[in-house]
């Protein structure tokens, strides 16, 4: 996907109707005053302190700050798939001071697997895409494999089925139903807390394999504490230089990246929403942030909110057909 680069007036991020023209200095002129009144704005994560998008929130919110010159800060609330911080933000005031940074499961994935889904995108309006970042294959030590083709070989020559790492409805869930359905190997899934509990489960062989985010795993794996087999990336990456991409090595279909996305109430008034964008995409081209998150290979990928809406739209629509194929539902 294109990088999208805002241009350099705030207002000019989005599109604005002739009403939103008409009111355009009025609500700039609140958010210049709570930012003068160093209101913060709060981004609110669904995921525990010290987890990827906890540190992505946090460190966009310090990139965010000087370009704002308003606070920002972090607000954790996980839990419940995501609900709990998403469904916070939709029942929150549209004033431009709470905004949403979740991952690409609660609008791309939930809303697939639930009759009622708890939040929906109609209740939110999307800002901007800020990071893609990649899943990885981790495989348990006592797996005799080393390369995808040893653990095909080695899972078909067991009489039962494998375990493997699957909090039900995530995008590692479906990567691994991906991946059953890529490869015919037989498996199972078993829940587990957390990655850290993953990381566990492997190194004890309860778990022979799980699809995950890298940061958290990669000492494990350059210990040699648990193996990875390849990632979503399209070329290696400095965390993990001697893992293979699973496009080249012929396996590109078991797996798909991820991303996280930023989100305002719904109704929050387009000249604020414009404003925050724009700082959003300065913060992202910051040298030192790209540096950061280089090295896990994510790319911090701005782009304009329409064509953040088709990538929702688009996955929701490829994580669907899977979904519905495995008859998956969590109500």
Not at 144 to 165: E, F, K, M, S, V
Request: glycine share 8%; net charge positive.
């Amino acid at each position: 996907m294109a990088r999208y680069r805002s241009p350099g007036a705030p207002t000019s991020a989005l599109r604005l109707g002739r009403r939103g023209l008409l009111a355009a200095p009025f609500v700039l002129g609140l958010a210049r005053r709570a930012a003068a009144q160093g209101r913060p704005i709060r981004i609110v994560v669904p995921f525990a302190p010290g987890s990827e998008p906890d540190i992505l929130a946090r460190r966009l919110g310090a990139a965010m700050h000087p370009i704002l010159d308003q606070p920002v800060v972090v607000d954790n609330r996980p839990g419940a798939n995501t609900v709990i911080a998403a469904a916070h933000v939709a029942q929150s005031r549209p004033d431009g001071e709470t905004i949403l940074l979740t991952s690409s499961s609660t609008f791309a994935t939930l809303p697939n697997l639930y009759a009622q889904p708890p939040v929906r995108l109609e209740q939110f309006e999307a800002m901007t895409m800020a990071m893609r970042a990649h899943m990885v294959l981790y495989v348990s030590n006592d797996v005799p494999a080393d390369t995808i083709p040893d653990l095909l070989r080695w899972a078909n020559a067991q009489r039962d089925p494998i375990h493997y790492g699957a909090n039900r409805g995530s995008i590692g869930h479906l990567c691994g139903e991906r991946m059953k359905r890529a490869t015919g190997i037989r498996m199972t899934d078993v829940s587990y807390r957390g990655s850290l509990g993953m990381q566990q489960m492997l190194m004890n062989g309860d778990i022979k394999l799980a699809f995950d985010g890298l940061p958290a795993h990669a000492e494990m794996v350059n210990t040699n504490r648990i193996k990875a087999l390849g990632i979503t990336a399209d070329r290696p990456v400095p965390m993990l230089p001697n893992v293979r991409p699973l496009a080249e090595q012929g396996y590109g279909d078991i797996a798909m990246s991820y991303w996280y996305g930023i989100f305002a109430p719904k109704g929050t008034p387009q000249p604020i929403l414009a404003r925050q964008i724009d700082a959003i995409h300065r913060a992202q081209r910051a040298d030192e942030l790209t540096r950061q998150f280089a090295a896990q290979g994510a790319e911090l990928q701005g782009n304009s909110p329409d064509e953040f809406r088709q990538v929702i739209d688009s996955e929701r629509e490829i994580w669907g057909a899977l979904i519905r194929a495995i008859d998956l539902r969590l109500d």
